[in-house]
């Protein structure tokens, strides 16, 4: 409860940072000299404090960055700013879907709905903290597809619920080509996930991802058939899936579950417990499986329940 609490006046403080989202410094991007930092643009935002600082790092270490991170980073004042100026470019289609227009489309998203922003920092957080090969959370927001292409969904998400289902469909699809994770617009997915490595993710119309998810490459929430209606999975808090796994149908995986690499899961999976193979079982057994103390996705511990040895 008491967590509850603080994320609500987190999001609560958050939301004033975002309703007006400042618009990029065209002159100092055009000149590419990295502008003087002021405090002020990140007043209440650590997360965007962080990527500017760890940004400006790089760009001493590395002089040859500097144009590139003037660019898509310290040009701009706010996180929004940044990641619907980044998106664009690497989403838009020359003479089809011109980067400003999209750009412009990305941030009246990211205006109508603050609740975006604070997932895009849980996000960060959660690459961050889970993946050991994130040194730096601006590595995420540059680089990391995973990352990006749940960002991208989010907006489409929106789109979707608005009953645009044209631009949600042209992002979702250009997302797909980009970086190779199909994820449908009207896929529900809560904060604080990590897409790990995320090639050939998809997720299907009516699957939901609760919070604090992790999801390896390769993975599969799809339905079962030509069946209509709600068809696919619903995943739980703090759930960790393994890669190359394949969970088919409306089925339910409950909160700080774990499902070994390469599972295949048609059944429910209890919260807490661990489900590997084809198909998918129960370490334990089904009558008294081995109980998770934590949540497996914020170990991402893949292989401390096999008894296996060579």
Known sequence: MATCVENCRAR???SKYVINIPQPDVANR???TIPANDSSDAAGDDVWARIQEEARSDVEEEPVLQNYYVDLILSHNSLESALAAHLANRLSLSNLMPTN??????????SKDPEIGWSVRADLRAARDRDPACAKMV??????KG???LQAHRVAHRLWAEGRAAAALLLQSRTSEVFAVDIHPGARIGSGVLLDHATGV???ETAVVGDDVSILHGVTL????KERGDRHPKIGDGVLVGAGTQILGNVEVGEGAKIGAGSVVLRAVPARTTAVGNPARLVGGKENPVRLGRRASLTMDHT????YVI
């Open 222 to 225: 799809g339905g079962t058939g």
């Open 304 to 307: 401390s329940w096999s008894d």
């Open 30 to 32: 055009s000149n590419c």
């Open 202 to 204: 998809v997720i299907g």
């Open 139 to 144: 590595h995420c927001f540059l680089y990391y």
């Open 101 to 110: 227009s999209l750009q412009e489309l990305l941030l009246s998203i990211f």
């Open 12 to 14: 609560a403080l958050f």
């Open 147 to 149: 990352f990006l292409a």
